[in-house]
């Protein structure tokens, strides 16, 4: 069966230090990847999402980046990060149809 | 694109009382409907979705969800809630063609209480 993993699960970082967010993917193949950032009471904004690897859409301009060296490993990476950056950062895949599968988040706190 | 509307930050209500999640949607083609439920500090596990065919559709543990195109809602229902219910709900669109992107609403909290 297909597992998706993310870590760490929670994270306190200082302005200005860089950013690494794993998600990867068990049991499957060629899977649609996404992040997503669910700020308090806004819902979740789609920050990224590849349909393979090497290839990355961002949707909206941020101090954020996302890469995928391999085809089930999606990462979500900062150089400098700001205050605005805390969230909770969610993964997910799909293999294209019907919904997705999302990890258990990363609970990111900027101080 | 598509978007969604959920009027209800928060919604309480009592155990074994019934609820009513509501749910809009705007989009210009043909859509996939979807509901998701996140506990605390956890990711989003999918609760029931709308693909085609029969508008109502139902989840294991007594959710149901009901497709009206005219209205273009998609309301989650319980007829009986318990306590575990408690959680944040995200109702969610997608275009049915093409490469799937989900637009989330911005989530309702159900808080039941004894």
């Known amino acids: 069966s297909q597992t998706i993993h993310q870590w760490p699960a929670t994270l306190v970082q200082p302005v200005g230090s860089p950013l690494s967010l794993e998600c990867t993917v068990e049991?499957?193949?060629?899977?649609?990847l996404y992040w997503y950032r669910q700020a308090a009471g806004r819902g979740l904004q789609l920050l990224f999402y590849s349909v393979g690897i090497g290839q990355i859409s961002s949707e909206v301009p941020q101090n954020l980046s996302a890469s995928r060296p391999q085809d089930r490993q999606f990462i979500l990476s900062s150089k400098k990060l700001l205050l605005s950056d805390s969230g909770f950062y969610l993964c997910?895949?799909?293999?294209?149809?019907?919904?997705?599968?999302f990890g258990s988040g990363t609970r990111l706190t900027v101080v | 694109a598509q978007s969604v509307t959920q009027l209800d930050s928060q919604v309480p209500v009592f155990e074994e009382a019934p609820v009513e999640l509501r749910c809009n949607y705007s989009s210009s083609v043909s859509v996939y409907l979807f509901w998701y439920v996140q506990y605390p500090n956890q990711g989003l596990q999918l609760l029931l979705k709308?693909?085609?065919?029969?508008?109502l559709v139902e989840s294991i543990n007594g959710f149901e969800a009901e497709f009206n195109k005219s209205q273009t809602s998609f309301h989650l229902r319980k007829p009986s809630v318990h306590i575990s219910d408690t959680a944040e709900y995200f109702c969610a669109v997608a275009k049915n063609t093409g490469f799937q992107k989900l637009v989330f609403g911005t989530g309702t909290r159900l808080l039941v209480s004894p």
């Open positions: 709308y693909l085609s065919g029969s508008t």
């Open positions: 049991g499957t193949s060629n899977p649609n």
């Open positions: 997910a895949w799909t293999l294209g149809t019907y919904g997705y599968t």
